[in-house]
């Protein structure tokens, strides 16, 4: 929540819906007019309605390159990536046709060698480390972002 709070996204992506804990609590913070797409390979649950005027686009039994392969067909830009997923090979080029100059991602289970490690360093590869920052994860979680450096500004003290 309190990412997707300080970023206010428009447009967000979700690649892993499971029982929707974390497209909820996206909606809750995000301004009225938001848009969530979110895919899950391996679940159809039915997301609730929302009580904001926050949109979520589900793509059930889909995976993440079938959800980025729509999004990029409809000419979708968007503002944050929330990877709860495994990424695949083939979602790269998409993500890169769907990203812009601000575009965060979000990686969560970032610890060890979980999916949340290899999506953050196959971005990194794939986008071009000199234009993100890698912000590890407090103490004791496990979600890390992708910072673009557009977005960083750092003031002498």
């Known amino acids: 929540q309190e990412i997707?709070?300080?970023?206010q996204p428009v447009t967000v992506a979700e690649v892993g819906t499971f029982i929707g804990r974390s497209t909820a609590?996206?909606?809750?913070?995000?301004?009225?007019?938001?848009m969530i797409h979110t895919c899950d390979v391996s679940n159809d649950i039915k997301l609730p309605l929302f009580?904001?005027?926050?949109?979520?686009?589900?793509?059930?039994?889909q995976t993440s390159?079938?959800?980025?392969?729509?999004?990029?067909g409809s000419g979708t830009r968007v503002d944050l990536f929330y990877?709860?997923?495994?990424?695949?090979?083939?979602?790269?080029?998409?993500?890169?046709?769907l990203m812009h100059d601000r575009t965060v991602f979000v990686a969560d289970d970032f610890v060890g060698i979980e999916k949340?490690?290899?999506?953050a360093m196959n971005l990194?590869?794939?986008?071009?480390a000199p234009f993100y920052t890698l912000i590890y994860p407090r103490l004791m979680r496990k979600t890390a972002m992708l910072v673009p450096n557009t977005l960083l500004q750092f003031t002498a003290q």
């Open 65 to 72: 390159t079938q959800m980025f392969q729509s999004l990029v």
């Open 4 to 7: 997707v709070s300080h970023f």
């Open 124 to 128: 990194l590869a794939g986008l071009g």
């Open 83 to 97: 990877i709860d997923g495994r990424l695949a090979a083939d979602d790269l080029p998409l993500i890169k046709k």
């Open 116 to 119: 949340g490690v290899a999506n």
């Open 25 to 34: 609590a996206m909606a809750k913070v995000m301004q009225d007019g938001g």
């Open 51 to 61: 009580s904001n005027a926050v949109g979520v686009c589900q793509y059930p039994k």
